[in-house]
């Protein structure tokens, strides 16, 4: 696939919070409205930041298309960790507003378990997890989540490998392409969310947490 000349690679930036978890809430909070569906994306992407500390955004003429986001090392930063406690709280204060986002929390809770499991296992290329790779619908067949991949394996390359969380909300087809393996699959304790990616998941009735992960 050849690359739009026009899509600036860069490295991700504070002030392109909003941007990627606004393209966050849209793809993976579909379900929850207004308020619900803003905090849930942002607690969601603090947290991403908090272990992250390698990122790289995808824009053109101003607009950001994608986002990745990976980590190298154990330091999580403690800005985004104070950031996502303090949205945390602010949305604990509204009891509905707790109540419809706590499913994301929820996932994103068993999703750390699991990923610290795999981290401290034998497993292939548990040096370096990518905490986040999204791309706007508006620029896919671009090449750009291509692009984001390839850079964050450039820069895993040094450790062995990366590896990653994912569920069924999620192009999980996108990673085997890549080379990905399937390293584990979990069923969620969790209710699916209604997002329109959720009606590919796999048929045996749960909703479903992964760890893929490459070797290099």
């Not at 969601?44 to 272990?51: F, I, M, Q, S």
């Not at 990923?115 to 296992?121: F, L, V």
Request: include cysteine.
């Amino acid at each position: 696939m050849r690359e739009r000349a026009d899509i600036l690679y860069r490295p991700f930036e504070p002030g392109d919070f909003e941007a990627v978890a606004e393209l966050m809430r849209a793809q993976w909070s579909c379900d929850l409205e207004g308020a619900a569906g803003e905090y849930s994306a942002s607690i969601d992407l603090c947290g991403y930041l908090a272990d992250a500390d390698w990122g790289l955004v995808a824009e053109e003429r101003g607009q950001v298309l994608g986002a990745m986001l990976l980590r190298t090392d154990d330091e999580p930063d403690p800005k985004w960790a104070a950031r996502r406690d303090m949205l945390m709280a602010e949305a604990a204060a509204d009891p509905s507003l707790e109540e419809e986002i706590h499913r994301d929390v929820d996932i994103l809770e068993e999703e750390a378990l699991l990923s610290d499991e795999y981290a401290q296992s034998d497993g292939i290329g548990n040096g370096a997890e990518i905490k986040l790779l999204i791309v706007s619908p508006a620029a896919q067949g671009l090449g750009v989540g291509g692009r984001l991949f390839g850079e964050a394996k450039r820069r895993a390359a040094e450790l062995g490998g990366f590896y990653l969380l994912t569920d069924d909300s999620c192009d999980v087809g996108f990673y085997e392409h890549k080379g990905m393996r399937r390293m584990a699959k979990r069923a969620s304790a969790v209710e699916a969310p209604a997002c329109p990616q959720t009606a590919d998941a796999d048929d045996d009735g749960d909703f479903n947490l992964y760890v893929y992960a490459q070797g290099l």
